[in-house]
């Protein structure tokens, strides 16, 4: 698949960064004419993405939070999410829906929501130096009759 555009940013791992992360990706992918759905499905998996940089990754302290954005050939956006944090020790434990790595204050939906909402999820984490979640994205093309 080739790129056709690429958008990148990094923002403190701080709450009210969640809604811009969000807003600024959800503005980018409007290129490809997405439904309402379709654009609401990528704000809510951005949230849950950057969401788990700013509550796991980073816990207690404050560090950066990177994300690039591409627009392909095939229609689809592809939305990388990384951060330097504390990383994940099980990825396929972590994927499971309830499961969190601190215990009953979170719910631990964020990547069962990530992966119902968009076409590919993937994680790749090591511990102590970070994780990159890859969220893929189809858009349907809609034909004006």
Same mark, same amino acid.
């Given at each position: 698949?080739?790129?056709?555009?690429?958008?990148? #940013?990094?923002?403190? @791992?701080?709450?009210?960064?969640? %809604?811009?992360?969000?807003?600024?990706? %959800?503005?980018?992918?409007?290129?490809?004419?997405?439904?309402?759905?379709?654009? @609401?499905? $990528?704000?809510?998996?951005?949230?849950? /993405?950057?969401?788990?940089?700013?509550?796991? /990754?980073?816990?207690?302290?404050?560090?950066?939070?990177? $994300?690039?954005?591409?627009?392909?050939?095939? @229609? @689809?956006?592809? $939305?990388?999410?990384?951060?330097?944090?504390?990383?994940?020790?099980?990825?396929?434990?972590? #994927?499971?829906?309830?499961? %969190?790595?601190?215990?009953?204050?979170?719910?631990?939906?964020?990547?069962?929501? #990530?992966?119902?909402?968009?076409?590919?999820?993937?994680?790749?984490?090591?511990?102590?130096?970070?994780?990159?979640?890859?969220?893929?994205?189809?858009?349907?093309?809609?034909?004006?009759?």
């Amino acid at each position: 698949m080739k790129v056709i555009n690429k958008f990148s #940013m990094n923002m403190v @791992s701080c709450s009210a960064n969640e %809604s811009f992360a969000r807003a600024a990706i %959800s503005a980018f992918a409007l290129q490809l004419d997405p439904t309402i759905e379709e654009i @609401s499905d $990528i704000k809510t998996a951005v949230s849950e /993405a950057v969401t788990n940089c700013i509550v796991h /990754a980073y816990r207690e302290a404050t560090g950066k939070i990177y $994300i690039t954005a591409e627009i392909l050939d095939n @229609s @689809s956006i592809r $939305i990388r999410i990384k951060d330097r944090g504390c990383g994940i020790a099980d990825v396929n434990k972590a #994927m499971e829906p309830l499961y %969190s790595s601190i215990g009953d204050e979170r719910a631990g939906l964020g990547f069962s929501v #990530m992966q119902t909402f968009m076409d590919k999820l993937t994680v790749r984490s090591k511990l102590d130096v970070g994780t990159t979640v890859t969220l893929v994205k189809h858009i349907s093309p809609r034909f004006v009759k």
